[in-house]
């Protein structure tokens, strides 16, 4: 059974989404909140007497899923937080639902939220971060322990083995999709059009596959990105979410700050650290920010 917990402050003015679902001694929480929130808000966690029981005894470890964007920028700071008692495992997960929140009501004693779902797909599951080669996947903190809750709320879910393959080909959709869409006012449908209007697509793609194969390499996986890959997955996004207005195009229409530091500002920042050059990803990244400047 799902229950909700308490959002906790958010330094952005779009909505925060905390659910918990206790299964006997399990605990999940799916933390959905802009990608720089999320170390903010499981840090504050920790400390949240919401998942903490009155009684003496020690409190049940939450298992944790992310599903943020822009995932990959903080898988280095996300790796300290196992150490807490309170965290029992760490799952991130890539979707390609996609939503528009119309109204949100964060008084104390009347939360509301009316959410518009604007595009249907698949939610995948990473392995849960630091797990081992070969873990056994029937049982928890795994993927396949989450799966029929998640299927049960009507979210078809899936797992991936490589967590890395799975977090670039998310950040390479949004990277393509959210800042041409966001630049221009349009929803999803109009990705393609767009970005052969600016004879961007060939230059996205060389950047986001060049520079992701290189993360890949240094991370120790042995997959690797194509153009086509990157091109198949970004187009069935686009057809799963024709209708929305993705989340980049919604702070910028709210003037608030968005995402593209850890979207396309995370791969022209990786770039140089590889010495590959991403003028088209850093284009992007600026033109966004210079929106709400």
């Avoid at 698949?122 to 928890?140: E, I, K, M, N, Y």
């Avoid at 990277?175 to 600016?198: F, G, M, V």
Wanted: aromatic share 4%.
């Amino acid at each position: 059974m799902l229950s909700s917990i308490p959002a906790l402050p958010s330094t952005n003015a779009s909505f925060s989404t905390w659910l918990s679902s206790s299964t006997s001694s399990r605990k999940v929480l799916f933390v959905t909140t802009k990608a720089y929130d999320v170390i903010p808000s499981l840090s504050s966690l920790l400390f949240s007497a919401s998942l903490s029981p009155t009684s003496s005894s020690p409190p049940t470890p939450v298992s944790v899923v992310i599903l943020s964007n822009g995932l990959l920028s903080l898988t280095d700071e996300l790796v300290p937080l196992l150490a807490s008692p309170l965290i029992s495992s760490i799952t991130l997960a890539s979707t390609s639902i996609g939503a528009t929140v119309l109204s949100c009501d964060q008084d104390a004693e009347s939360r509301s939220l009316e959410v518009k779902q604007n595009g249907w797909g698949d939610t995948v599951l990473s392995l849960p971060l630091g797990s081992p080669v070969g873990v056994d996947l029937s049982s928890p903190p795994s993927p396949t322990f989450l799966l029929p809750l998640l299927n049960s709320l009507q979210f078809p879910t899936t797992h991936a083995d490589s967590i890395w393959t799975l977090l670039w080909l998310k950040l390479c959709a949004n990277c393509i999709i959210n800042p041409i869409c966001a630049l221009n006012d349009k929803s999803n449908r109009h990705t393609y059009e767009l970005l052969e209007s600016e004879q961007l697509l060939p230059l996205l793609l060389d950047e986001l596959v060049a520079v992701g194969n290189r993360d890949l390499e240094f991370r120790g996986s042995s997959d690797r990105l194509t153009a086509d890959l990157v091109d198949d997955t970004v187009r069935r996004v686009v057809k799963l979410t024709e209708d929305n207005d993705n989340s980049l195009l919604q702070d910028v229409r709210h003037s608030r700050r968005t995402e593209i530091e850890m979207l396309n500002g995370f791969v022209a920042a990786r770039g140089r650290e590889f010495s590959i050059a991403t003028p088209a990803n850093s284009l992007l990244a600026e033109r966004v920010l210079n929106l709400n400047s």
